[in-house]
């Protein structure tokens, strides 16, 4: 059974960092891309950031380019994202996500194209 756990979301002052992580179990680690997407209320789900199950490339939002930082590490089957700089607008419930199908991340604002997601931890940047 497939599983992917997200942790590290809270409640943080506008400017400050926070640092997701993924655990997943269940899949081929290695063989999937692992991505990070989030929803805010009233808004449609946005894909944020992805890196290539090669562990070669990088992809991230133009929303959050130059904040967040996304990485992996493949022995312990886990993802992560950094979050930097925090703004009112990065406010939501981030989830992560692994794909085989996508493996190099091209379509990883498409969020038909992930084949495994988590529950979701809540991110609030609020003064």
């Known amino acids: 059974q497939v599983q992917l756990v997200e942790s590290g979301g809270g409640l943080v002052q506008p400017g400050g960092s926070l640092r997701l992580s993924c655990a997943t179990s269940g899949l081929t680690f290695r063989s999937h891309a692992i991505g990070w997407f989030r929803q805010a209320p009233g808004k449609e789900r946005e894909g944020v950031s992805c890196?290539?199950?090669?562990?070669?490339?990088?992809y991230y939002a133009d929303s959050v380019k130059g904040r967040f930082s996304i990485s992996r590490d493949n022995d312990r089957s886990t993802g992560y994202l950094q979050l930097n700089s925090l703004k009112s607008e990065d406010t939501g419930v981030y989830y992560c996500?692994?794909?085989?199908?996508?493996?190099?991340?091209?379509?990883?604002?498409?969020?038909?194209?992930?084949?495994?997601w988590g529950q979701g931890t809540q991110v609030s940047v609020s003064s």
């Open positions: 890196i290539s199950a090669s562990n070669t490339h990088k």
């Open positions: 996500f692994a794909s085989m199908r996508n493996y190099n991340c091209v379509h990883y604002t498409n969020t038909s194209s992930y084949d495994y």
